[in-house]
């Protein structure tokens, strides 16, 4: 296992202040390079079809600006397919899209796009990116992941941490171990274990105890603790709590 947990830092909600009001500030490129300097291994982007943060520019500029690895979010279209194999980030992850949804809710349906992901992969793979599917940390989806030819698995972490804000300790008891089972399952098999979605100082540091995780991405919380200490300081206090997640590891 890793020793070093990484954080990727997603800065699409940077976007989403930017478009409120319309314009070129506040820019998520500038973000993004502040949160490399800040301690950030990467940065996460999500480009969605209705462009509702993050825009194409966004991405062309974040490809050729930044010295950290960029993992682009993606639904499995035709669209998304032909900026990924034109970009070319370091790694693409797949994940489920729908235009009512406030952010993306649970984890991609791997059975049944099954179908749409087999070329999909086989498309980014030729283009030199690496391929994660953000999934439910279940034993059936990782291991059809592994199938498809992914190199990582993205755990969604987001029912878990809905459960600790609402104070369900059983759920959230139940949602961990779910979660330390899925990560070790998918390491057994070869797979890259990642993990996001809700995550928060407190979540991080118990998740970060989970040794076969080997990086989180995380965007919403830290962007909006940003908002309050500045982005370098919320950084500084994940990576804080990240480090002592893993210093509790057997």
Known sequence: MSAKL????????????RNARGGARPDP???????????ADGITAHLRE???????????RLKAEISKPLNFE?????????IAAR????ACCLVPEKREERTTEGGLDVQGQKAALIPAIAKLKAAGSRISLFIEPDEAPIRLS??????IVELHTGTWCHAVEAGDATKAEAEFQRLKAGAAFGASIGLEMHAGHGLDYETAE???TVPEF?????GHFIIGEAIFVGLPEAIRQMRAAMDRGVAKRA
């Open 6 to 17: 990484r954080l990727g830092v997603n800065i699409d909600h940077v976007a989403t202040v």
């Open 29 to 39: 490129v500038r973000a993004a390079l502040l949160a490399i300097e800040s301690g």
């Open 50 to 60: 209705d462009r509702r943060h993050i825009r194409d520019a966004d991405i062309a």
């Open 74 to 82: 993606m639904a499995v279209t035709d669209e998304m397919l032909a």
């Open 87 to 90: 970009t070319r980030p370091h």
């Open 146 to 151: 592994k199938e498809l030819g992914a190199d």
């Open 206 to 208: 118990k998740l970060a």
């Open 214 to 218: 080997v990086e989180f991405n995380i």
